[in-house]
């Protein structure tokens, strides 16, 4: 007789854990394609901000190769995405780690031209400080619009460095941590394109083009 | 006498028995959160979804479930629900939900929401816990979308910005700005800017309180609200 009431509580317990787990199923089943499309979408929508849908013919959420330089780019494994127009490379755009932000990893979209400019940089996540990093957001100030167009001869290696290192690139007042740990990011991004660029476009388009 | 009752789990919620400036309960959503006006509509809008929710299922359960799992019950039950807003936050706010993401999970350990399960549905009829739900869950929504506004306001000098992430593109314009000239107050919006901001809000709350009852000499309910400050 004592073991009854257990076993009844255990039942009800379990059909608790069941019907939870049931309805968790169901909605995860009636918004997954939802998410996968929001997820898609935000990603594109990154992703065209940086290299123009005008410029390339192919579905560059799903162009995407994989780049391993731990040193240059953050991170053992870095994706990135291809963007190709009549099956010949526009730009490609990384996804490096800042590793050495102020207040822990900063992550990044680096689009590189054909050519080695940067079709633009975004960064994608970061837990800099509110009013003094934060400032690297897209909405909150346009220094991150200051990298378009730049490459490893415009301003050239040396240039490569906040104005308070004898560089071209701008500080904030009161936070030269993140500016200066992007640039940096953003320059070795733009060192692995110089030295593996085209062995990437290769992988994307079946052979040397 | 119902009718008194219910209005009584109204003001309970609201303002007697807050959540979050009486009970304090749920600070860490609470605090972490509340950087602006949205964010915490955000936040205490799903908060009173689940509780909403729990509480009624809760209540609907109430007599069959035997008292020795109750509490683990309970927690299935809102950790369900939980989920199952966060999916469809990700589904339907991707925008929102990109922002709030990882503290919607954390509605499972609010201790407002199991609190509540367990001190009044667990007990109560269901519309009363249905009614409990919605005025608890609005009072913590109102805490968190007063102190989102008024960090907001000291720190970054606008209101209601980013609305348009919650009632789509239209809702931009309800942005309020009080002009490119207003550097902001870095503390509001930093960590300590919540702790001294809840501060500053609970002592707003004590001291209406005080010309209420200053007034209302027989403010019954008073002693109540008091009682629960001393031993929250």
């Known amino acids: ?209 | 006498m119902s009718a008194q009752s219910y209005r009584q789990l109204v003001i309970d919620g609201l303002w007697n028995n807050n959540q979050a400036m009486v009970a304090l309960l749920g600070l860490c959503p609470l605090l972490a959160v509340t950087n602006t006006a949205i964010n915490g509509l955000g936040l205490g809008l799903a908060t009173l979804l689940v509780l909403t929710l729990s509480n009624v299922t809760v209540s609907i359960i109430r007599n069959w479930v035997r008292p020795e799992v109750r509490l683990p019950v309970f927690v299935i039950v809102i950790a369900s629900f939980v989920t199952a807003v966060e999916l469809s936050m990700n589904a339907w706010f991707y925008e929102l939900y990109k922002i709030l993401g990882i503290f919607i999970p954390l509605i499972v350990t609010n201790c407002a929401i199991i609190g509540r399960a367990e001190a009044f549905a667990s007990k109560n009829a269901i519309s009363r816990s249905l009614v409990d739900g919605l005025a608890m869950g609005s009072g913590f929504t109102l805490a968190l979308v007063t102190l989102g506004a008024m960090r907001e306001l000291l720190g970054m000098g606008t209101l209601f910005s980013q609305a348009n992430l919650m009632f789509g593109e239209a809702a931009g314009g309800l942005t309020i700005s009080l002009g490119d000239d207003f550097k902001g107050m870095l503390l509001a919006i930093l960590p300590p800017g919540a702790f001294l901001g809840l501060g500053f809000l609970i002592a707003l709350k004590n001291l209406i309180d005080k010309r209420l009852s200053h007034s209302r000499k027989a403010a019954t309910h008073q002693a109540a609200a008091n009682t629960e400050l001393a031993t929250g």
């Open chain 1, 1 to 209: 007789m004592t073991k009854h009431p257990v076993i009844i509580a255990g039942l009800i317990l379990s059909l608790f854990a069941v019907s939870g787990v049931g309805m968790v199923a169901l909605v995860h089943d009636q918004t997954k394609e939802i998410i996968a499309t929001n997820e898609r979408e935000a990603l594109l929508k990154l992703l065209t901000a940086l290299v123009p849908a005008e410029s390339i013919d192919n579905d560059i959420v799903n162009a995407v190769t994989v780049a391993r330089d731990a040193d240059r780019l953050g991170k053992e494994e870095v994706d990135v995405y291809l963007g190709l127009k009549e099956g010949k490379p526009v730009a490609a755009v990384f996804t490096p780690v800042v590793p050495d932000g102020y207040s822990g990893p900063i992550k990044l979209l680096v689009a590189v031209r054909i050519d080695g400019s940067l079709g633009g940089i975004r960064v994608v996540a970061h837990k800099e400080t509110p009013g003094l990093g934060d400032k690297v957001e897209e909405q909150k100030s346009d220094w991150i619009y200051g990298f378009t167009d730049k490459s490893l001869t415009n301003p050239g290696l040396a240039g490569w460095k906040v104005k308070r290192d004898g560089g071209e690139f701008d500080q904030f007042t009161g936070a030269t941590v993140t500016p200066r740990s992007i640039v940096k990011a953003v320059k070795n991004t733009l060192l692995y394109y110089r030295d593996h660029g085209n062995s990437l476009f290769q992988s994307a388009t079946g052979g040397p083009t």
